[in-house]
């Protein structure tokens, strides 16, 4: 990334802890947040406040996820949840949301979900009442289309940070990610040639 080391604190040195504990080393996204680490804690709380009440399923938070990085073209958080969505899906699915492509795989919801996160990063201006109204027919009711397209807004947000400040995609992303998903994240920064460390 562009910018140093952060200062240590008290909060940098949980959030490295989190990080050890559920993936083993420290990421670079979270070293970069931890210039502010509230602004991560208060992230990571505003998106759980969303999600928490949400008819949104697990699955169908990935594919926004993934097809928001996608269309940004966001290669840490493609390789971050591209295993995810596997894992939920299978591994041709997710690379084919990744790589832009249409995904037999995925159900009618999901799939105009990750057609309504596409359009929103591309152009939220040309988004009409009737790309609304698709939404509905496939079975969205309207607190779930607010609480999906605030989702895209806050990825994209997290996603702008991350990247113009030149976080790369850790090496255990790339390394831990099926073949067809590393395959499929031809775009933005390349990963770390290094591990990332402890």
Not at 105 to 117: K, N, P, Q, V
């Amino acid at each position: 990334m562009f910018l140093g080391e952060p200062p240590a604190s008290e909060a940098t040195e949980a959030a490295y802890a989190a990080d050890r504990d559920s993936d083993g080393y420290v990421g670079n996204v979270t070293r970069l947040w931890c210039w502010q680490p509230d602004l991560l804690t208060s992230f990571a709380a505003l998106r759980a406040n969303l999600m928490k009440n949400s008819a949104l399923t697990d699955r169908e938070w990935a594919v926004l996820v993934t097809s928001t990085a996608a269309t940004l073209s966001d290669s840490y958080c493609s390789l971050a949840w591209g295993p995810r969505l596997a894992e939920l899906s299978d591994d041709e699915t997710a690379a084919q949301i990744l790589s832009g492509d249409p995904a037999p795989g995925l159900s009618d919801r999901e799939a105009a979900l990750a057609a309504w996160a596409r359009q929103v990063v591309r152009d939220p201006n040309a988004t009409t009442s009737d790309d609304v109204v698709q939404l509905r027919e496939v079975g969205l009711g309207d607190r779930e289309i607010f609480e999906a397209t605030s989702f895209i807004a806050f990825r994209l947000a997290f996603s702008t940070v991350n990247d113009a400040l030149g976080a790369a995609p850790d090496k255990q992303l790339v390394d831990e990610a099926p073949e067809l998903i590393r395959a499929a994240v031809s775009y933005g920064r390349p990963p770390s040639p290094t591990p990332s460390s402890r």
